[in-house]
Structures are given as C-alpha cells and as structure tokens.
Nanobody
Framework: QVQLVESGGGLVQAGGSLRLSCADS????????MGWFRQAPGKEREFVAT????????NYADSVKGRFTISRDNAKSTVYLQMNSLKPEDTAVYSC??????????????????WGQGTQVTVSS
C-alpha cells in the first residue's frame, strides 16, 4: 500500500528557500510517477511539478519554472521539491501524489490516486 508523508514546510521570507520531502512507506515507489501540487486558501488545487519513475522526465508549472526543482531518490522512496526564490504567492499547502504503476508524467491531479496529507508553506513579504 502507498502511504505518503510530507515534511519540510514552514515559514520563510520572500527570496528564501525550502526543501520539501515526501516519503512513501510502500514498496512500489520506484514504479510510480510522482507529483507535487499546491492549494492556496480560496483557490483550486494547482499542479506544481512532476517526475517520472526513473527521474528522467520532469515537468513544471510555468509559475515555478527556474525556481523549483523536483527530484527523487528511489533507494529512499522519497521525492523532493527544492524551492528557491520563494514569493508570497507561493504560500499554500503543498501535497505530494503518486500515480498508478508504470504510468507517464501528468499535470492533472485527477490522474493521481495516492495523496499525502500536505505541508504548509508560508512565504512572508
């Protein structure tokens, strides 16, 4: 069974950095595309980044390109989101998600079937 637990959120000043982690306690992490999504108060959930099971393909929302980097360590069953040059508009609850086995990268939340509980990121101006 897939169980995703995020960590690394917190309060940071604009221009600062945070690294989010998402650990999977299951045994199928290395065959799943992983994604990061975020949801700000009063807004819909939005795609942030995705990475294929081998890590060779990544995709980012335009709003975070050049500032955020998604990566994964299959030996540790963990996916990361390095966030640099943070802006107040990056404030949201960030959640990691996993697709079904052996599926391609996706920017659509509906195509992810496992979700973590989320971690709060707050960027002050």
């Amino acid at each position: 069974q897939v169980q995703l637990v995020e960590s690394g959120g917190g309060l940071v000043q604009a221009g600062g950095s945070l690294r989010l982690s998402c650990a999977d306690s299951g045994r199928t992490f290395n065959i799943r595309t992983m994604g990061w999504f975020r949801q700000a108060p009063g807004k819909e959930r939005e795609f942030v980044a995705t990475i294929t099971r081998g890590g060779s393909i990544t995709n980012y929302a335009d709003s975070v390109k050049g500032r955020f980097t998604i990566s994964r360590d299959n030996a540790k069953s963990t996916v990361y989101l390095q966030m640099n040059s943070l802006k107040p508009e990056d404030t949201a609850v960030y959640s990691c998600a996993a697709r079904g086995s052996m599926l391609a990268a996706s920017t659509r939340a509906a195509e992810y079937i496992y979700w973590g509980q989320g971690t709060q990121v707050t960027v002050s101006s």
